[in-house]
Structures are given as structure tokens and as C-alpha cells.
């Protein structure tokens, strides 16, 4: 029913930086607060930047001042900035809408979407 579609992920060395896009179909715009998380391998998958009730974001500390999420809901496309990257932060990173957007507030949903990842490795 609802689609997300991850793209940008790459290689690059450390201190690069990548931006990463979730795509949401026309008819979903400005529904859903859009959250990521990463799964680096033989690791459990880890929460990077989480919406609030409010719609602000919290980040993990260990991408806190190098990543940031823009809630961006005018065209479906929803973008995660990610500088000085570590080999640390190498994974497979996943966009998910957990939380519908209601007037500017995320609110927990019974059945939340996916997307199915794209790959980000960062090399010494």
C-alpha cells in the first residue's frame, strides 16, 4: 500500500559525505514522519534519527552534528545528510514511516512501512 524507495548509498572514504533520499508515492506526500536506521554488519539494526511526538528529531550519539534528517514532504522525498562519515558508520540503511504526520505531530501507527535499504560503506 505504501512504498519507500531508498537511494544514494555508496562507497567513500572516510571524512566523505553522502546524502541519502527516501521516495514516497504522490498520493502519500505529507503523511507520514519519516524515520532511518542502519544495520552495519553481524551488528542488530541501529536507530540514527528517530522523529519526536513534536516532529523534531533525536539522533544516536554517535552521529550526532554529522548527520541530519529533513522532514521534507513537498515532493516525497525525504533526505538523510550524513558528513565526516566514519568506516563506523558503514551499513545498510533503512528509511521507515512509523508515525503519521498530524499537524505537524508524529503519532505511532499499528502497521508501519519499510523501505528496503541501500548500501553505505566508508573505507579508511
Known amino acids: 500500500q505504501v512504498t519507500l524507495v531508498e537511494s544514494g548509498g555508496g562507497s567513500v572514504q572516510a571524512g566523505g559525505s553522502l546524502r541519502l533520499s527516501c521516495t514516497l508515492s504522490?498520493?502519500?506526500?505529507?503523511?507520514?514522519?519519516i524515520d532511518w536506521f542502519r544495520q552495519a554488519p553481524g551488528k542488530e539494526r541501529e536507530a540514527v534519527a528517530i522523529?519526536?511526538?513534536?516532529?523534531?528529531?533525536t539522533y544516536a550519539d554517535s552521529v550526532k552534528g554529522r548527520f541530519t534528517k529533513y522532514n521534507v514532504n513537498t515532493n516525497g522525498t525525504h533526505l538523510l545528510q550524513m558528513n565526516t562519515l566514519k568506516p563506523d558508520d558503514t551499513g545498510t540503511y533503512y528509511c521507515a514511516a512509523l508515525n503519521r504526520l498530524i499537524g505537524g505531530d508524529c503519532y505511532s501507527m499499528t502497521n508501519p512501512y519499510w523501505g528496503q535499504g541501500t548500501q553505505v560503506t566508508v573505507s579508511s
Open positions: 504522490r498520493e502519500n506526500y505529507n503523511k507520514y514522519c
Open positions: 522523529s519526536n511526538r513534536d516532529g523534531t528529531t
